[in-house]
């Protein structure tokens, strides 16, 4: 087995012998082999293809079949059905009516006349750079260590020199047909060549099966990352060395979460923004020393890291040690940064804008930088941010190898433009399925480890927004977790153990949220208990812990919401799941009822005060909602059935039969009423309170 030092050479034989004979079968192999590493390839980023003799549907005759990653795909996550597979000879004859680079885009629609497989996906861009060289396997890669080269100022020179001539050179240009050429042209006149390298973009290289491509894209991006490691602080130390030193480890964290809701506040002026934060070593070693201000402004040069990134970060003026206790100061300090941002990038467009460009888009950094403290990404969605982090982190990586072996050098704005705004990238970002109500949302539903709770939250995140689950007990949270992980997929969900009567861990929670997401856009106050007990068997002990967890707990949980909604400063909601019995009478309930109609008062007086901030705060009063609700627990419904005179059994039908329209409830339909307060339909109410009860006539509230 061959050992690497820069790569994971992760090849079996035995699992790529069961594949033999299948070529479609060890392209898949290969490609989620490469797509595992980042270092080999960003998320998104890269194709991998090969070509196979089969029989034409058509006449039955023989052809050559290119199967490539179709558009928009992934190599490390790639099916068959992400697969383009495309007539060989029909591909390359588009030559014929090619008119020049200043028709590129209309080549993509023609692909479509070149499908072999009809249900296969829609081809890519980068579909005449496989197909007009000769090889029935190749890799086109993005590897920060050769795009270190590819992006030095001296990259030609120093790949003719580390290859030995072995690995051709193109200059950058933007992908499409022009460049399909190119690269046969390379070959033509570089024969026996083992790849191709491109200008500020990324990696050739190819074989005459699966695993001699494999080996040879691991071959070569080893002996680049070998090349760069021998030079790294031979000349001058690593990006001119460090300025600043980096806090420690729970410093930065703690830091980190006061600022990210200010930050996504200034970044959600136009949409609401989800964010991520890293402070990874590599990322440290960069925004802290000398050569950040030289650095950052470049830009990234490879075109699918500045797609995600934009077309340069911004840096913080904030000491590592700066206190954030007083918000205002630090928003009335940062916020001419954002200005100063958005005016750059309105320049930028309107300088290199076409006439036929699309509308510009989100002015806003995605990429922020924290000297000491670490890099956060704010993105439609965590996924995005959160690949945007890793991409910027490749970008690093590419400035800190070109800038030990020559100098580093970005796209010209130009032709960064014209990436970033080509018509092609606009009618992909036009394809995607459209937001969902409450995607940018983050959403904090205390106890929502089963019954009500779960059922919100799960509701939230089936509607777009990335949640963050708590619960007193463990092992349900942790359940939940996996659940909501299983549904919804790890970027969208975070769990934090919550007592909402332990002042620490709703900090923590918080902090949580801040870290994870940036901050927190809908709490949601369902944790509860229930007593019921006649007025003389009511304890002290009983009451405190009634108020604490009810009263004290909607309080403080809020409290602590309310400081981050307002250091956002974009709005925000806050639901309280309080109950019928805050407006009935009833026997055996003073201690519960008195506590559930003091939550009522207290969304009130909430509402009156957060309005101002553009906080609303609505009640959602449930009534009888048995199933998978810990409220049941624990003497409840032996004490109700024992007030109402009938058995635990007949408790659900005896709710229904005493409702308006005689329906049982269950937890998704109090989901459902906190989704209408929240979708967007019911901005401008706060102060309200939705019955779900099923229709209780002496529960109405007006």
Known sequence: MKTYKHVNYLWNEEQAKSLEGDEVALLLYRSNLLGSDLRITNYGGGNTSCKV?????????????????????????????????????????????????????EMVELFNHCIFDL?????????????????????????????AIAAAKDGKKITQELFNGSIGWVDWQKP?????????????????????????HGLFTWGDTAYECYVNSLDVIEACATYLEENYGKARPVFGGAKVESLQANDRTAQAAKIAPVLRGFCSSERPMIGHFTDDPRVLEYINSNDLEKLAPLGTSCPDHFLRTKIQPLILNLDKNEDLSNL??????????????????????????????????????????????GMFAFAKDKQ?????????????NVMKGSEAVSE?????????????????????????????????????????????????????????????????????????EEEFVGLFGKDNVVSASLDV?????????????????????IVVNNAGLSISKSIEDHSEKDMDLLYDVLVKGQFFVTQAAVKVMKAQAIGGDVLNIVSKNALVSGPNN??????????????????????????????????AVISDSNIWAGGWAEGRAKAYGITVEELPAFYAKRTLLNEIIVPDDIANACYAFVGGLLNKSTGNVLNVDGGVAVAFVR
């Open 53 to 105: 003799i089969d029989k034409d549907p058509l006449t039955g005759e023989e052809v050559e079949v290119m199967w490539i990653k179709g558009s928009g795909g992934d190599i490390g996550t790639l099916k068959k059905s992400g697969l383009a597979a495309l007539y060989v000879n029909r591909l390359r004859n588009l030559e014929k009516v090619y008119r020049g680079i200043e028709h590129e885009d």
């Open 119 to 147: 249900s296969s996906k829609a081809p890519s861009i980068d579909t005449p750079l496989h197909g007009f060289l000769p090889f029935k396997h190749i890799d086109h890669l993005h590897p920060d260590a050769a795009i």
């Open 176 to 200: 499409g047909f022009d460049l399909g050429l190119q690269l046969r042209e390379c070959l033509e006149q570089n024969p026996g060549i083992r790849g191709i390298m491109l200008g500020s």
């Open 328 to 373: 205002e100061a630090i928003k009335e300090k940062i916020q001419p940064l954002f200005e100063d941002y958005r005016a750059m990038y309105t320049e930028y467009y309107e300088t290199c804008k076409h006439p036929n460009s699309p509308a510009i888009r989100d002015k806003n950094p995605v990429i922020i930088i924290y000297p000491g403290v």
């Open 384 to 396: 995005t941010a959160r690949v945007a982090a890793e991409f910027y982190t490749n970008a690093i």
């Open 408 to 480: 580093y050098t970005s796209l010209p704005r130009q032709e960064a433009f014209n990436i970033e705004y080509w018509l092609l990238e606009e009618a992909k970002l036009q394809r995607m399925p459209k937001p969902k109500a409450l995607s940018g949302k983050i959403a904090l539903v205390t106890g929502s480890a089963g019954g009500i709770g779960k059922a919100i939250a799960k509701k939230f995140a089936a509607e777009g927004a990335v949640v963050v689950l708590n619960d007193m007990n463990a092992e349900r949270l942790a359940g939940a």
């Open 501 to 521: 009567t332990n002042e620490e861990q709703i900090q923590q929670a918080f902090e949580k949220a801040s870290l994870s997401f940036g901050g927190i856009d």
């Open 590 to 623: 003073a201690g519960y009822g008195s506590a559930k109609a003091a939550q009522l008062h207290l969304s009130r007086l909430n509402a009156a005060e957060l309005g101002a901030a553009k906080i609303r705060v609505n009640v959602v009063n449930p009534d």
